[in-house]
């Protein structure tokens, strides 16, 4: 079985200030991880994913991730945050290819001008 | 690029009545799964379909059924609608193959959101 969880239903940061939003799963076998970002009123766009190779993932739109075992967590940073970055933030997991995703709580992503 | 299409976008139905929401994947994906996203909450894994035979099955009510049509789309069969159905209801795709050319990336639709009144 596996879990996901997003620490932070809501995290607020300026305009140029370094977003990071924090993703720790529990799985049974080495997961696939995934960051999916979703706008008010859509659909779920991938912005990155971990699948076994390199452990510091780059993604659309300036994100990235970094996998850590030791932590089991998955966290994603912007260095620089933009107007447009605001929505919703899912992390997810997978134990394999063809198997479903289990998605952790979200993160609603507010950023000030 | 080809996305995943779901229609309706938008359905209100009355309590106790039937909906039916379709589902065509990205080409050549063979493999459809549903999750139902409730008010402010997560996507809930309801069902999956690989090669038109169910995979796996998440928290999906008796009162759901869907299948895998030959083509590749789907449908999710809901009746005797509740108004705790009221949810978007999002069809993913992805390529699980056969020689190894799987991908582990599932790809979203869009969403139909049913409203139940």
């Known amino acids: 079985a596996q879990s996901v969880t997003q620490l932070g239903s809501h995290v607020s940061v300026s305009e140029g200030a370094l977003v990071l939003l924090r993703c720790n799963y529990s799985s049974s076998v080495p997961p696939y991880l995934f960051w999916y970002v979703q706008y008010p009123n859509q659909g779920l766009q991938l912005l990155l994913k971990?699948?076994?190779?390199?452990?510091l993932v780059k993604g659309i739109n300036g994100f990235e991730a970094e996998f850590k075992k030791s932590e089991t967590s998955f966290h994603l940073t912007k260095p620089s945050a933009h107007m447009s970055d605001a929505a919703e933030y899912f992390c997810?997991?997978?134990?394999?290819?063809?198997?479903?995703?289990?998605f952790g709580g979200g993160t609603r992503l507010m950023v000030k001008p | 690029a080809a996305g995943v299409i779901q229609s309706p976008r938008h359905l209100i139905k009355e309590k106790r009545e039937t909906a039916t929401l379709k589902c065509y994947p990205i080409p050549r994906h063979d493999t459809v799964y549903w999750y139902q996203q409730g008010p402010g909450q997560d996507p809930q894994f309801l069902i999956s379909?690989?090669?038109?035979?169910?995979?796996d099955k998440g928290s999906i009510p008796d009162r759901f059924s869907a299948q895998q049509f030959s083509d590749y789309h789907s449908e999710l069969n809901m009746s005797s609608l509740e108004l705790g159905d009221s949810a978007l209801y999002f069809c993913?795709?992805?390529?699980?193959?056969?020689?190894?050319?799987?991908?582990?990336?599932?790809?979203f639709g869009p969403g139909t959101r049913l409203l139940v009144l």
């Open positions: 993913a795709s992805s390529l699980v193959g056969l020689a190894g050319d799987y991908q582990e990336t599932q790809y």
């Open positions: 379909f690989y090669e038109k035979m169910q995979s």
């Open positions: 997810a997991v997978s134990l394999n290819a063809g198997n479903m995703l289990t």
């Open positions: 971990y699948t076994s190779a390199a452990t």
